[in-house]
Nanobody, 123 residues
């Protein structure tokens, strides 16, 4: 079992930056692949980014490529999502996910999900 807690979501103006964090606890969280999904109001939950357990490989949705950076610090059992050049369409609840392997192509069948953190980008 792995527990995931997101933080860092808040209101920001377009063009601004935010860094989200996801703290993992439980059984050997550093061995899990981690990722981010997001869900905008009235829309489906969408893949954002994923990072392997070692941090060696990352993969991004085209909508965030070049603007968002996923990283992790296994010593702290924490994953980050640095979001730059934010756009109003990035407004969503952002969810942290974990599984034994990086689920690619992305799907919604990740084993563990956090409760989400709200990001609001105003124009």
């Amino acid at each position: 079992q792995v527990q995931l807690v997101e933080s860092g979501g808040e209101w920001v103006q377009a063009g601004g930056s935010l860094r989200l964090s996801c703290e993992a606890s439980g059984r050997t969280p550093s061995r899990y692949a981690l990722g981010w999904f997001r869900q905008a109001p009235g829309k489906a939950r969408d893949f954002v980014a994923v990072i392997t357990w070692s941090g060696e490989y990352t993969y991004y949705d085209d909508s965030v490529k070049g603007r968002f950076t996923i990283s992790r610090d296994n010593a702290k059992n924490t994953m980050y999502l640095q979001m730059n050049s934010l756009k109003p369409e990035d407004t969503a609840v952002y969810y942290c996910v974990a599984d034994w392997y990086a689920r690619l192509p992305p799907d919604l069948d990740w084993a563990y999900w956090g409760q989400g953190t709200q990001v609001t980008v105003s124009s």
